[in-house]
C-alpha cells in the first residue's frame, strides 16, 4: 500500500495560474520533504518541515510556498508559474534520525 | 549544513564489468547516508542505507556501499553489473532531523 501519496500524478496549468500539489502520508512521520527535480538532474530541497517547524531553504524562489495543516498533510503552492517550474515535484516523509525516507510517485508539472 | 558530491557524472560499462560509484560528503556529526536509483521514467527506490555499525552495508540487487569516516565517503560497489541496472544512482545525506540532500547523481549505462 502507498504510504506517501502525492496528488494528482499529472498537473497542466496555465502560464502565472497559481497551483497547488498535495502530498498525504499515512505514517505518521514528523520531517516531510518538498523537491523539484528537472529533467537528468537531482532532486532539489524546496522546503522541509519537521512537525510544524518550517525550513525554507536559501534558494526556493518566493513564487513556491507551502503549508503543513496537520501531521498528515503537506501542500506545496506556486503562485504564478512559470515555464521554469515545469518539473516533477516528489514529497517525502521521515520519522527523524536514523530512518530512511519515502517517497511519494511525484506530481510531473507542466505549464503551457 | 551538510552537502554531498558525487564525482562521475556518467559512467558507461559493458555487462559483468565491476561498479564503483564515488559519494563524498561534508558534514562533521553524525549522519544518516543512502543510495537511491532511479530507472529511466521511474520514481526513486532506496537501494541501501546507513545509520550506524558495520560500515559495509548490503542492499537490494547486489549493492553494497562503505561508510569510512576518515574519508567522508559513502562509495557505491556492485562486483557484477547488468544490463538492467542502467539508471541513474543518487547518493544522500541527512543529519538527525535535518534536511536531506542528494548529490548531483551519476548516470549509470550498461551495454548488453
Known amino acids: 500500500d502507498a504510504m506517501v501519496i502525492q496528488n494528482p500524478r499529472y498537473q497542466v496549468t496555465q502560464f502565472g495560474k497559481p497551483v497547488t500539489l498535495s502530498c498525504s502520508q499515512t505514517?505518521?512521520?514528523?520531517?516531510m520533504y518538498w523537491y523539484q527535480q528537472k529533467s537528468s538532474q537531482a532532486p532539489k530541497l524546496l522546503f522541509h518541515?519537521?512537525?510544524?517547524?518550517?525550513?525554507n531553504e536559501a534558494d526556493t524562489p518566493d513564487n513556491f510556498q507551502s503549508r503543513r495543516p496537520n501531521t498528515s498533510f503537506c501542500f506545496l503552492d506556486i503562485r504564478s508559474p512559470g515555464l521554469g517550474d515545469a518539473a516533477m515535484y516528489l514529497c517525502?516523509?521521515?520519522?527523524?534520525?536514523?530512518?530512511?525516507?519515502?517517497f511519494g510517485q511525484g506530481t510531473r508539472l507542466t505549464v503551457v | 549544513a551538510q552537502s554531498v558530491s558525487q564525482h562521475n557524472h556518467h559512467v558507461i560499462l559493458s555487462e559483468a564489468a565491476s561498479l564503483e560509484l564515488g559519494c563524498n560528503y561534508s558534514?562533521?556529526?553524525?549522519?544518516?547516508l543512502f543510495w537511491y536509483v532511479q530507472y529511466p521514467g521511474q520514481h526513486l527506490q532506496l537501494l541501501l542505507k546507513y545509520f550506524s555499525g558495520d560500515p559495509l552495508v548490503k542492499g537490494i540487487k547486489g549493492f553494497e556501499a562503505e561508510f569510512i569516516k576518515s574519508k567522508f565517503s559513502f562509495n557505491l560497489r556492485k562486483p557484477s553489473v547488468q544490463w538492467s541496472d542502467t539508471a541513474e544512482y543518487f547518493c544522500a545525506v541527512t543529519a538527525g532531523f535535518q534536511k536531506l540532500v542528494f548529490g548531483t547523481g551519476t548516470r549509470l549505462l550498461v551495454s548488453p
Open positions: 517525502a516523509s521521515r520519522t527523524g534520525a536514523n530512518t530512511e525516507a519515502f
Open positions: 518541515y519537521y512537525d510544524k517547524d518550517f525550513n
Open positions: 505514517l505518521n512521520h514528523n520531517v
Open positions: 558534514y562533521g556529526g553524525t549522519v544518516n
